[in-house]
């Protein structure tokens, strides 16, 4: 059975940084490519940053140069260390880890993220 938690989430003024982490567990290999997405309120879930098996990453055009994600050891562990953040990240941050052999998602319960003075 696979596992996806997700911690680190709060509340933080603009400027300011938070790290997120993310273990997935139960995946077939060890070093499954892995996500985190977010959703603001009113809005639709979208891809905020992604490693892949060979940690070669993604990032979209709105947090490149703030965020960072990174692979922790030969695990399915990820971190997302968010530097400088707007009022606009205030989101539920979720991680995502896909399985290829089995070709599916899994999704961790989501974790609050707000920027706010």
């Known amino acids: 059975q696979v596992h996806v938690v997700e911690s680190g989430g709060g509340s933080v003024q603009p400027g300011g940084s938070l790290t997120l982490s993310c273990a997935a567990s139960?995946?077939?290999?060890?070093?499954?490519?892995m996500g985190w997405h977010r959703q603001a309120p009113g809005e639709e879930r979208e891809l905020v940053a992604s490693?892949?098996?060979?940690?070669?990453?993604f990032y979209i055009d709105r947090v490149k140069g703030r965020f960072t994600i990174s692979r922790q050891e030969d695990k399915n562990t990820i971190r997302l260390q968010m530097n400088n953040l707007k009022p606009n990240d205030t989101a539920v941050y979720y991680c995502r880890a896909t399985d290829l052999h089995v070709r599916r998602d899994y999704w961790g319960q989501g974790t609050l993220v707000t920027v706010s003075s």
């Open positions: 139960g995946l077939t290999d060890n070093r499954s490519p």
């Open positions: 490693i892949t098996s060979s940690d070669s990453t």
